[in-house]
């Protein structure tokens, strides 16, 4: 009989690389009398991710300073729309195009904010509220993480 806790790591890594391209939070497989079950620690992740990327905004552009303390609290403000998965953020539906929102613009639930694509395929991201969108956080074309703040909406 074979070790119950004996695994092939090429296995449990391909696992985790499909984890970290497809957004999901964990995955499973079984083969004949044995089960792995690969996850990821979201809370983990996104205080990890978080101030990655408010480095990387006041890196990309100039703030205002009336909003230079806005990005401490972008993580936890409850307007915070996130990533719901890897992948490349864009803000048209086309290269050149207007963009879907601006900051200032009113939005109402369901409203497409942004598109992300991830493995060949668009994924709208839609308004979870009505609002103002007060904040952008990512810039056309960039590479987004799971739970990583995106935009807010007031």
Known sequence: MANPLS???????KLAEILNETGLS???????NSRLRVARNLTA????EAPTVMHAQAVASPVPAAQEAAPVDVARHPGTVKAPMVGTAYAASTPGAEPFVKVGAKVTQG???LIIEAMKVMNQIRAPKEGTVSQILFNDGDPVEYDQPLLIIE
Do not use: C, G, S, Y
Request: glycine share 0%.
């Open 7 to 13: 695994f092939d790591e090429k296995i449990v890594r």
């Open 111 to 113: 409203q497409t904010l």
């Open 26 to 32: 964990e995955i499973e497989i079984e083969q004949e």
């Open 45 to 48: 992740v996104a205080t990890v």
